[in-house]
């Protein structure tokens, strides 16, 4: 409310006598304080009121041959709402008297007047009108914050008893507006929160403001409204009677929760997958040395007999580890996709023959009553999903590990639905990697005992399982996440105890890409045809067992290694002035200077070359453009042998 006369513009008064003589001396008492209208007409007065929306006070004679003053006056009540004083003789007191009990005037003087008693009379009535202008101005903008704020409002005397409440407020305790007027929270809410309310309302009185954010139980009625909610309530000023009453505020925060929770989660899986990545660098050099020097020991050895099999067991034990490390890599940061278009309704339906006998192979003679059944419902969506972008063989992985979890859980049987949908996106899903755009949805959904949400937070971590032993790794759905991510994708599970569970593999839609564009295969290469002479080998290898088992395999090829501990080493003996190079086989991730730091130094030296590179595990950005000369690690030599004669038929670089 403005209340600084420096900053207020002066009141409007509009004069109304059928007398000029009278205008004149009403605009001299009134023009130094007032900006002041006249008008001899009581009709033009009525047309100026219609116009004009600034007027403060009327000041209008009674008997004037038009019309009456109360007349006028009661008609001005259609187009203003300003203070109204009638001017009048001891004649017409009778007019005045029933103008007043008609409310269509505040205050009336006597002709001839007093001036100033009657400019006092304007003042007051002019103040009054801002007053009450003010006012409703203030009761319109509480009303429209009432009725138009998304969190729940409400106002309470000092006996705690609501005197204004909008309906988000009521919605809360299950009641209208009018239902709360007038009543307590604890009279209103359910008996499961009176502890919580009183608790409240005693740091209230204790502290002024009391805030709490609270999770609803499912039955409690507003939760319907929102799970997670954020209460606030403050101590207002003194209220008309002098007491101190209070505001309290009621925010739904469930999306902010849900939105925090998927962000915890999106962060606690980078950090897993930063560790997996981490640990995989170090379990594949370890498995490289294992594996290399298992192989290199076989080779000495009698093809057959009691030592020949035990370094295959050794062997074969080795390669499960190494298998499962390719797994965790898949997880921290999937390796080996070759991308392309693909129709993910008929990838589905081809998989049909295959989703059944697994099923049926995996329940065999665990199930109870109904065996479980499968179905590939594409109805609601064949004709108009378009193409995405995505490796089709881990596509029917994924589908087919969620099947398989489906089956695990429904020990007693039941259907198995695999569905697919159009999804859109319209804004960018925090914490996880949905943005805006269109996503082929793929749908597994089971009958089974679902999970509680303390399982349901756990659900992609890898080596966590639910399943007894000897039924699953805890890589599974891992593995999965792992995957749709890398493309581009999310993974969202729904899941309550006793009312099955439901997985979404949402897909981004991408335009068809070109066979070249592709990215190549990173996957072991086969053996190849001998480069037919021996080489010159530089290894460059920090781990100083898998640059033994890395010579050892070359040297049992014929070719000429020289060994180096780091990239420094092998630059320095490089511009020492080395003999021929035929081939660098360099290590990517090494203390001081990287694979990639240390091969430009060479090609520096030497032009055109030759390198392969090798990765326990590496990102993208530490890995050379293309993939045909780099070698993952643990290989066998066989596969080394292969890279070899690949990258020598090619022409140097």
């Known amino acids: 409310m403005n209340t600084d006369p420096a900053t207020q513009a002066r009141p409007v008064v509009l004069l109304v006598d059928d007398e000029a003589e009278i205008l004149v001396a009403l605009t001299d008492l009134l023009e130094d304080t007032f900006t002041v209208l006249s008008t001899t007409s009581p009709t033009e007065a009525l047309e100026i009121l219609s116009t004009r929306n600034d007027v403060d006070v009327i000041v209008s004679d009674q008997r004037m041959p038009e019309m009456g003053g109360d007349v006028m006056l009661a008609r001005a009540r259609a187009h203003s709402d300003a203070q109204a004083i009638l001017l009048t003789g001891y004649a017409d007191i009778g007019a005045v008297a029933a103008a007043l009990n008609q409310g269509r005037i505040s205050f009336y003087s006597h002709k001839p007047w007093d001036a100033d008693a009657l400019r006092a009379m304007i003042v007051q009535a002019a103040d009054y009108h801002r007053l009450e202008r003010e006012l409703r101005t203030e009761r319109m903008l509480l009303h429209g914050l009432l009725d138009n704020l998304r969190s729940g409002l409400g106002f309470k005397d000092a006996q705690g008893r609501f005197i204004r409440i909008n309906q988000q407020a009521a919605d809360f305790y299950g009641r209208d507006v009018n239902a709360c007027l007038g009543h307590t929270e604890e009279e209103l809410c359910d008996a499961d929160l009176l502890p919580l309310i009183r608790a409240a309302q005693a740091r209230l009185r204790a502290e002024g403001r009391d805030e709490e954010m609270l999770e609803l139980p499912a039955h409690i009625r507003g939760a319907a409204q929102g799970r997670w909610r954020e209460i606030t309530r403050v101590v207002l000023g003194a209220l008309g009677d002098g007491s101190a009453g209070s505001v309290v505020i009621n925010r739904d925060i469930t999306r902010q929760q849900e939105m925090a929770a998927r962000l915890r989660q999106a962060e606690k899986m980078q950090a897993l997958g930063t560790l997996a990545g981490g640990i995989a660098h170090d379990f594949n050099n370890l498995l490289t040395v294992v594996l290399g020097s298992l192989e290199l020991v076989r080779d000495m050895g009698p093809e057959e007999g009691p030592m020949a099999r035990l370094l295959d067991n050794a062997a074969a034990a080795a390669q499960r580890g190494a298998s499962l490390t390719r797994r965790l890599l898949n997880f921290s940061r999937p390796r080996d996709l070759s991308l392309e278009p693909v129709d993910v309704n008929a990838l589905l339906h081809g998989m049909k ?143 309550q105890p006793g009312e099955g569970t439901r997985v979404d ?75 021929p190079i035929d081939l660098v086989i360099m290590d990517v991730m090494m203390p001081g200077m990287g694979g990639l730091e240390t091969v430009h130094h060479l090609q520096a030296l030497r032009p055109g070359l030759r390198v392969l590179y090798l990765t326990g595990y590496a990102s993208a950005g530490a890995l050379p453009a293309g993939s045909a000369n780099v070698m993952h690690k643990p290989f066998t030599q066989a596969d080394l042998a292969a890279h070899i004669d690949r990258i020598m038929q090619r022409p140097p670089d």
């Open 505 to 579: 593999l949402c897909l981004p839609v991408q335009g068809g890409i070109r066979a070249q564009d592709q990215p190549l295969p990173t996957g072991r290469p086969q053996v190849g045809a001998r480069s037919g002479r021996a080489l010159h080998v530089m290894v460059v290898d920090d781990e100083p067992g898998v640059r033994a088992v890395t010579a050892g395999f070359l040297r049992a090829r014929g070719h000429d290694v020289l060994e180096y501990s780091s990239g420094t080493a092998a630059v320095n003996a490089m511009e020492a002035g080395l003999g």
């Open 353 to 495: 023959d295959l989703l059944a006998q697994t099923v049926v192979s995996r329940q065999g003679k665990d199930a109870r009553g109904q065996p479980c059944s499968i179905v590939v419902d594409t109805a609601a969506s064949d004709g108009v999903l378009p193409p995405v972008c995505t490796d089709a063989g881990q596509l029917e992985l994924a589908v087919l590990n969620l099947c398989i979890n489906a089956v695990d859980a429904m020990p007693g049987g039941g259907m198995i639905v695999v569905s697919t949908a159009l999804k859109q996106v319209k804004e960018i899903v925090a914490g996880t990697n949905l943005v805006p755009g269109n996503y082929v949805m793929v749908s597994v959904t089971d009958q089974g005992m679902g999970m509680s949400p303390d399982t349901l937070a756990r659900v992609f971590e890898p080596f966590f399982t639910t399943k007894d032993v000897g039924r699953g790794t805890g890589l599974g759905l891992s593995m999965i996440y792992g995957f749709i991510r890398h493309v581009g994708g999310e993974v969202q599970v729904r899941s």
